[in-house]
């Protein structure tokens, strides 16, 4: 009643697995969402050869497997949603700040330094520890979204461990871009990984372009859910008392790092000498660019400095405050430091306020280090 019949390519009046091969391999359409391993024998021989009495001697064995299942990709939204929803009951779920940070508040989410210049740069756990924490309804679900439609198809193509590692890789190369473009707001979110599967899809885009049906189709939907990603943060940005928010310098990194694992990911393995010195130039890229964020990191002792502010010659900081003594006029002013010397010695004003970056950025710095 279902139309089987149709599926009975031996017309013997029986839906069997031989009837299933000749259905998969007259349709490429469908044959192209199964992996077709073949071991070869003694020859090639013909298929209907199979489908008619087994496979004849000499001829290769086929074997057909669905895609592998995205149990990462449903398990790893599962962890997401659930820190969010438990930690976000009764708070406002437009602006809730929940996730594995709500365990031990500050321990998790990804910064360099703290409010009073406290050193967190030695502690590595937090390069990985930031995905499972985010701000708000918008921006949990847009980026479950990302890593839905993005992460299945990939994982359905790589399997579990690959994906496993590449997306982990993106969030560590997220942090690395945080470092060197961004290290002083506290971080959350899983945009380091859900960019770089981006950076993947990039990748095996340019690498089989003339191959690729809907090209320009897969260009619209990629920029689509990436401006979904960035689009999910403008919800909680104009509340004044988050003090974490996402990191464009995360998006950065992990899709840099996604579009490293994309070469290695997409490469042809039967490119000969040529493919494998490009891989190894890839891989080596990869590492460099990793390491150069990590000495970047380690020479921050006066403070955080991300790579602009070192162009345009300022001092790192860590500390913001406002100060009011007549000394310095009759208004408050601000001030911000990037070493214990410096927070001791305006520490000693009587009237000193916080304040944050923002409206000091506005109104200008009577101190900034220099």
Request: include cysteine; proline fraction near 3%; glycine fraction near 10%.
């Amino acid at each position: 009643w279902f139309g089987a019949r149709r599926f009975d390519a031996d017309r013997d009046g029986r839906f069997d697995p031989g009837d299933m091969q000749a259905y998969v391999r007259d349709r490429p359409t469908v044959l192209r969402n199964f992996q077709r391993a073949a071991r070869h024998k003694a020859g090639r021989a013909s298929l209907k050869a199979q489908d008619a009495g087994g496979a004849a001697d000499g001829a290769p064995e086929v074997r057909y497997s669905m895609q592998e299942a995205p149990w990462f990709v449903v398990l790893h939204i599962a962890a997401i949603l659930a820190f969010w929803a438990i930690f976000a009951v009764g708070s406002d779920p437009l602006y809730a700040r929940a996730g594995l940070d709500s365990l031990a508040d500050g321990m998790t989410d990804l910064r360099v330094a703290g409010d009073e210049c406290q050193d967190y740069r030695g502690q590595a756990w937090r390069w990985l520890t930031y995905q499972y924490t985010h701000v708000g309804l918008t921006h949990v679900l847009a980026e479950v979204l990302l890593l839905l439609w993005l992460g299945v198809p990939l994982e359905g193509y790589m399997g579990f461990a690959r994906m496993l590692l590449a997306y982990q890789v993106g969030v560590v190369g997220g942090a690395a871009g945080y470092f060197v473009l961004d290290a002083h707001k506290a971080t959350i979110g899983c945009a380091g990984g859900t960019f770089a599967l981006l950076g993947i899809h990039i990748v095996n885009l340019w690498m089989k372009w003339k191959d690729m049906r809907f090209r320009f189709s897969t260009i619209v939907i990629l920029a689509i859910l990436a401006g979904v990603s960035v689009l999910g943060e403008f919800a909680i940005l104009p509340r004044q008392e988050v003090a974490e928010v996402p990191s464009y310098a995360i998006r950065a990194g992990g899709l840099l790092a996604g579009l490293v694992v994309g070469v290695v990911v997409c490469a042809n393995r039967r490119a000969g000498a040529c493919g494998r010195i490009v891989l190894g130039v890839d891989v080596a890229a990869g590492v460099l660019l990793l390491a150069a964020s990590v000495v970047w990191l380690s020479m921050q002792a006066h403070g955080p400095l991300s790579m602009q502010e070192a162009l345009d010659r300022q001092s790192g900081w860590c500390w913001v405050r406002q100060v009011y003594t007549p000394v310095i006029g009759t208004a408050w002013e601000c001030v911000r430091c990037g070493t214990q010397a410096c927070i001791d010695t305006w520490s000693e004003q009587p009237d000193l306020a916080r304040v944050s970056y923002a409206a000091c950025e506005a109104r200008g710095w009577y101190y900034d280090g220099r």
